[in-house]
């Protein structure tokens, strides 16, 4: 078995950890010869690189070269895969669009509403721009993009690299969710298999079937699942905010039938109770920079004063969270044609049959050292339609946004996103965001 070079891409990451821990865990399947993090803030990262020394001395059989840097050439050149997960303005920028979109009565979430909309026009040029700067030193590796908000990431890397089927765009929310679906049902997630269909974020189930049975879990799960319940889920979705996301879904499984939806579709079909659930000074930004943030580089700093990881109260555990797991899992099948099946964001080219072909939908494809071969849906009922092309207009436009420049395609994407649609709402919103963004955005004229 070949022995695999990555690069991450957001190296100084609060996720990389568990990432790198996932890579140690699979060393059987998904062997190393070398990694690199790579990320432009030298002092944040160089905690992870140091830790990321200790545990691959420690846990894995044989040598891996380790390297933390901020050059592109020392970062890109003759990589296998390279993983992407960076946040365009870190969570300063993302308190402020959320803060931001609250002052105006609208929602503010990281990936949803003028939030999310907020965060595209920052993520997608330095998205873009990275993708430029890897294929210029390395054209064949695959990129592996986790950079959110993924949707509007996708729309822009299909429009600028129409022809590299070797840059996937995914996102482990589906794989929280079918976590939660196998507690539930005392099962591995493993075990179940998904057909969905949706854009990201903005989708529903439509079975979860027993892989060695056959048999259909959702008609029972949607049953179970009418009352909020109480399952054990990694440490990351026990925070309050989270828990009150995954229990907030029983309360759509009860107005809407057949399916089983997302939960990030409680922002777009409940906004007005999303905005009265906010605290407009103290967001989910604030929580996680207080939380997790502060928890993974105060650990970080603890173990490398320790000077060793076996042994001590941060022992390698075997489950690092679905983040990690899922993007191991898809290199994984890239790279030994396992042909799993996983939900990632592709050009529809008529997997669902009656949406626009140039969509960019989240859909379960077999994976393997061809890439992505997307499951065939066909036809979707109208309600889902019709949401989904509004979601696709609003996405479509944000990219058009960063592309021409155009302040009135910016407007135009604002007013047809379901969290904010007043024009006078929208107007005053775009142009506090311009100002918090100056530097950030392109400039909308």
């Known amino acids: 078995m070949k022995n695999y070079s990555i690069c991450i891409v957001g190296g100084g990451s609060r996720y990389t950890p568990d990432i790198l821990g996932m890579i140690c865990n699979n060393e059987s399947r998904f ?29 894995y059989s044989q040598p891996v070269e380790v390297v933390y840097t901020t050059d592109m050439d020392e970062a890109f050149k003759e990589m296998d895969f390279v993983f992407m997960q960076i946040r365009a ?18 929602l503010g979430q990281e990936t949803c509403g003028a939030g999310g909309f907020a965060y595209g026009l920052r993520s997608v040029p330095a998205v873009v721009d990275l993708i430029r700067a890897v294929r210029e030193r390395c054209e064949t590796c695959w990129i592996l993009n986790y950079s959110n908000p993924a949707a509007i990431v996708a729309e822009a890397t299909k ?9 996937i765009n995914i996102c482990d929310m589906p794989i929280a969710i079918m976590d939660m679906y196998a507690a539930v049902l005392g099962k591995a997630r493993r075990d179940l298999e998904p057909k969905y269909f949706g854009l990201n974020h903005f989708g529903w189930f439509t079975h979860i079937l027993d892989k060695n049975t056959g048999e259909d ?19 990351l979705f026990e925070e309050p905010s989270w828990k009150s996301t995954f229990h ?29 659930k906010e605290n407009p000074n103290y967001t989910r930004a604030n929580e996680v920079m207080d939380g997790n943030e502060k928890e993974t580089y105060t650990r970080l700093e603890q173990i490398l004063s320790l000077g060793k990881i076996k042994g001590t109260p941060y022992a390698l555990q075997a489950d690092t969270g679905c983040h990690a797991e899922y993007i191991v899992d898809l290199a994984t099948a890239l790279a030994s044609n396992t042909n799993e099946i996983f939900l990632t964001i592709t050009k529809n080219n ?48 944000t990219v058009d946004a960063w592309e021409e420049g155009s302040y009135m395609k910016a407007l135009k994407a604002l007013v047809l996103n379901r969290t904010v649609v007043n024009t006078d709402v929208a107007k005053a919103l775009l142009n506090d965001l311009i100002e918090a963004n100056e530097g950030y955005w392109p400039e909308l004229k």
């Open 31 to 59: 062997p190393l010869k070398k990694i690199v993090l790579y990320d432009i803030e030298a002092e944040r990262q160089e905690k992870v690189g140091k830790y990321a020394e200790l545990l691959f001395k420690e846990y």
């Open 89 to 106: 303005g870190r969570l300063k920028m993302r308190e402020q669009d959320e803060k931001i979109a609250l002052k105006h009565g609208c």
């Open 159 to 167: 429009r600028v690299f129409p022809k590299d089927h070797r840059i």
């Open 217 to 235: 879990y959702l008609p029972q799960l949607r049953e179970i699942l009418k009352t909020p319940v109480e399952v054990k889920t990694e440490a």
């Open 248 to 276: 907030f879904m029983s309360q759509m499984i009860q107005d809407y039938d057949e399916y089983l939806p997302n939960t990030y579709l409680q922002y777009y079909l409940y906004p007005k109770k999303m905005v009265e």
């Open 350 to 397: 008529g997997i669902i049959e009656n949406l626009d072909s140039e969509m960019m939908v989240e859909v379960p494809c077999r994976v393997g050292t061809n890439g992505v071969e997307p499951l065939a849906i066909g036809t979707i009922p109208k309600f889902y339609k019709g949401l989904i092309e509004g979601q696709h207009a609003y996405e479509s436009l």
